[in-house]
T-cell receptor, first 105, second 116 residues
Framework: GEDVEQSLFLSVREGDSSVINCTYT??????LYWYKQEPGAGLQLLTY?????DMKQDQRLTVLLNKKDKHLSLRIADTQTGDSAIYFC?????FGSGTKLNVKP | GAVVSQHPSWVICKSGTSVKIECRSL??????MFWYRQFPKQSLMLMAT?????????EQGVEKDKFLINHASLTLSTLTVTSAHPEDSSFYIC????????????FGQGTRLTVV
């Protein structure tokens, strides 16, 4: 198995940056993912990073990977109300608990 | 990207009956597929890894006789919930990795099972 941990909630104001954090225990998987799930909807792959990378940027999204500390983060710049959702950190095929992002107007 | 299709999207069944959920990779071959379960307001829990032509590998605590998995071809895996009970009501999602374990995975749209 795999322990992937995330904080459960994050609340930010529209226009601010959001940072969602994730820690994991197993280092064997080569991919780490961030998925988004809106209420009542399926999973949407946001971005992913290879385990041999430290950072990946994709438009408003920045992923940072600290392999030494086994820590992964997702930064959303200029957060919008449409970004309100649950964000899952995935290590290999194991999901974190999900972080519910609430964006206040 | 690759497409994974699940059927049905939702199903209601009577307690004691069995329900089969299909997961198909539409434009790629999937040697390995994964089955997840999601309870309301909770994360996805990996139930089992489905391997084409061999027995599925179940995660600890998942009853293999309760959740039967068959991966008969490179494009189809099925999950059968046997003798379903209300506590089996949940959202079931499958995924497949075209390049194999440890690579990018694509998810089906999920199946909402309600047992009454």
């Amino acid at each position: 198995g795999e322990d992937v941990e995330q904080s459960l909630f994050l609340s930010v104001r529209e226009g601010d940056s959001s940072v969602i954090n994730c820690t994991y225990t197993d280092s064997s998987s080569t991919y780490l993912y961030w998925y988004k799930q809106e209420p009542g909807a399926g999973l949407q792959l946001l971005t992913y990073i290879f385990s041999n990378m430290d950072m990946k940027q994709d438009q408003r999204l920045t992923v940072l990977l600290n392999k030494k500390d086994k820590h992964l983060s997702l930064r959303i710049a200029d957060t919008q109300t449409g970004d309100s959702a649950i964000y899952f950190c995935v290590r290999g095929f194991y999901f974190g608990s999900g972080t519910k992002l609430n964006v206040k107007p | 990207g690759a497409v994974v299709s699940q059927h049905p999207s939702w199903v209601i069944c009577k307690s004691g009956t069995s329900v089969k959920i299909e997961c198909r990779s539409l434009d790629f071959q999937a040697t390995t597929m994964f089955w997840y379960r999601q309870f309301p307001k909770q994360s996805l829990m990996l139930m089992a890894t489905s391997n084409e032509g061999s027995k599925a590998t179940y995660e600890q605590g998942v009853e293999k006789d309760k959740f039967l998995i068959n991966h008969a071809s490179l494009t189809l895996s099925t999950l059968t919930v046997t003798s379903a009970h209300p506590e089996d009501s949940s959202f079931y999602i499958c995924s497949a990795a075209p390049q194999g374990p440890g690579t990018e995975a694509f998810f089906g749209q999920g199946t909402r099972l309600t047992v009454v």
